[in-house]
């Protein structure tokens, strides 16, 4: 039998070969990132990321985002068993809410079966699975991958909802969960992390479920306290709402936190997304389009030297999925000449807090000359960039609460993220170009009185 379970994970079959891909969702990849002190980077291990996006019968939808460690294999394994379990005869269009949510909580056959692959595979994984079964959508997480919703209203208003929190050290229910089982939760608090992951509910990882009283922090432990048991939100309709879906792994969201602190990392993400929704014409290119935006701060702020760039040495394996909700997205008949289109541009964050529910207001128009503005602040708290110039679009506001259950809260600030420019986007003339916008008049002039040696700087840099 062991034999048997080697060589199905050893080969190239994939149980899920025949069920049709969601059309209506991307996803963007990058693989983890070590940098050198010369600021360039190298990957450390192969990508151990996985996903799923599928489209069943009944029109039914499963989505996940699996986010792996000491190899791939449970990954890969648990999004093909779970998709191959639901999608091929559990999941009908007449089942229940409560038989929808007791197949997610109790699927036994997936559960058994990674039984039997813990007795071989020391890796694991932490997942979050989205389900969309008549128009209702359901949330089943396990571990500290991150779901956001994003719904927007006629009057331009977008209510950004993370759905449940993270299964990890810090996670006071957790902790609770921890010390009725006799673990010293003040301890785990303060290691930060449980053999080496802060998750404290994963997939997978036979050494540390079936050996945590060989472990010195949870050796107390009366019964084994690394669990597999997802933690189930839902149901919420989905009938009439415009918006996008967000499943992202660990590694996206502790990328843009590292860089920019986590006050405000679920509105980044959300108007990186409505950005390039509004530029790109694929799912697929606005799903890549962010993480590389995100790869690209990392970066930046690592090597720029500054307070943060000291927890910004390294990145893990990074993935984001996008499912839209009758969310519009760029016209490609439009240029940007033409107007309609939305720039990715820097998105500045508030580090202040507050406890009462946020308006971020988000002017997605390319600022005036100047720098960018930030509440009162008169710089961007962005790495630089050089956003690419556009017409005006309409305003639009994010309304952050993180729920889990029935509770809400919120913790960010509030900032004017964008300048509007005080003239309309410029129209080309008779032979197509369009006027500058720019004047480097100025530039040229200081350049070449530095570099002219008192000559004249006719044939150099600059327009003659």
């Not at 790869?295 to 690592?302: C, S, T, Y």
Request: aromatic share 6%; proline share 4%.
């Amino acid at each position: 039998m062991a034999a048997q379970r080697r060589s199905l994970m050893q080969s190239h079959q994939i149980w899920t070969d025949d069920l049709p891909l969601c059309q209506l969702c991307g996803v963007g990849t990058a693989p983890n990132c070590v940098y050198g002190s010369d600021g360039k980077g190298t990957q450390s291990h192969p990508n151990e990321d996985g996903h799923l996006r599928f489209r069943g019968e009944d029109d039914s939808f499963l989505y996940g985002v699996f986010n792996g460690y000491d190899g791939s294999r449970v990954a890969s394994f648990a999004s093909q068993c779970l998709t191959a379990e639901l999608l091929l005869g559990q999941l009908k269009s007449s089942r229940t809410d409560n038989d929808v949510r007791k197949i997610l909580t109790q699927n036994q056959k997936v559960q058994e079966r990674l039984k039997e692959l813990e007795q071989e595979v020391s890796g694991g994984a932490t997942a979050v699975v989205a389900l969309i079964l008549n128009n209702k959508l359901y949330i089943a997480n396990v571990g500290t991958n991150r779901v956001l919703l994003c719904k927007s209203s006629s009057d331009g208003q977008n209510q950004v909802l993370q759905i449940g929190r993270p299964h990890s050290t810090d996670n006071e229910d957790e902790l609770q969960r921890l010390a009725a089982l006799g673990v010293d939760s003040a301890r785990v608090r303060q290691a930060g992390q449980i053999a080496g992951q802060s998750s404290t509910r994963r997939l997978g990882d036979y050494r540390v479920k079936f050996n945590y009283n060989e472990i010195d922090l949870l050796s107390a432990a009366k019964t084994r306290p690394v669990v597999a048991e997802p933690e189930i939100h839902g149901s919420q309709t989905v009938d009439g709402v415009t918006g996008f879906l967000l499943l992202m792994s660990e590694g996206l969201i502790n990328a843009l936190e590292s860089a920019h602190g986590p006050e405000q990392a679920n509105q980044e993400i959300v108007a990186m997304v409505a950005a390039e929704l509004a530029l790109q014409t694929s799912l697929e290119a606005v799903a890549q389009s962010v993480v590389e935006r995100v790869k690209r701060l990392h970066h930046d702020v690592f090597v720029s030297g500054r307070q943060r760039a000291t927890y910004c040495s390294r990145h893990e394996d990074m993935t984001l999925l996008i499912r839209t909700l009758n969310y519009p997205m760029a016209d490609a008949a439009l240029t940007p000449t033409q107007g309609g289109r939305i720039y990715p541009v820097s998105v500045p964050y508030s580090t202040s807090q507050s406890t009462s529910k946020t308006s971020v207001t988000l002017s997605l128009v390319m600022p005036s000359q100047g720098t960018l503005t930030n509440g009162t602040n008169t710089a961007s708290t962005l790495e630089e960039g050089t956003p690419t110039p556009g017409s005006q679009s309409p305003t639009a506001t994010l309304q952050s609460t993180n729920t889990q259950t029935q509770s809400s809260s919120s913790s960010s600030g509030d900032g004017s993220l964008f300048r509007q420019r005080g003239s309309q986007a410029a129209q080309p003339d008779e032979t197509g170009r369009v006027p500058p916008y720019v004047d480097f008049s100025q530039f040229y002039r200081l350049w070449g009185s530095d570099h002219s040696d008192g000559h004249s700087t006719q044939g150099g840099l600059g327009p003659q």
